[in-house]
């Protein structure tokens, strides 16, 4: 999949500006297709699912939410975060997330606003009807600040991919960044600390 300058600047703006409020340029990002994706991280990322599911089901754990920076900007919540295994905080993705609050009821967005939940679990909880819709497949050098969340060691390349969650309407809630670390097949990490 080529895209142009332009609309991967656009696609990657939830990461872009959480690297902006620390005043950081971004790591060596590529989009490929999904077929460059190794297994099994592929089936992780290949999907029009949520991704906190998708993680739990694979990693067989709850997932837990770590915010690394949050802005709230108007109707508009932006976070960067790690998702991370409940028993042991074993990092399982590093993302960016632009939510906008607008977009749900009151009590959900109470719950989003609070930042201790991942958001799949809060649209799984209060039944949010909504669709999925990734836009592009990632293969990112992580930087310093990706291996220190990810608990990395050494410059192995990251996958990753960008998502947009729609309303029924086809308006977005959110838009996502979602890069994660080596796995293997039965699930947990693969090269880490």
Known sequence: MELTTEQLGELMRPMADTYGLAHRGLPSIETIGPGDIPRPLRKLLEHENDMTPTLEDFHGRKIILKVLQRRLNGSSLLRQVVLVLGENETPVEF???????????????????HCRRPLGSILEEYHVRHVNRPSAFLRVEPDALIRDALGLEGGVPLYGRCNTILDMNGEPMAEIVELLPPVNDEGGGGEGK
């Open 95 to 113: 993302g960016a997330i632009r939510i906008y609050l607008d977009r749900f009821d009151e009590s959900a967005k109470r719950e989003i606003q």
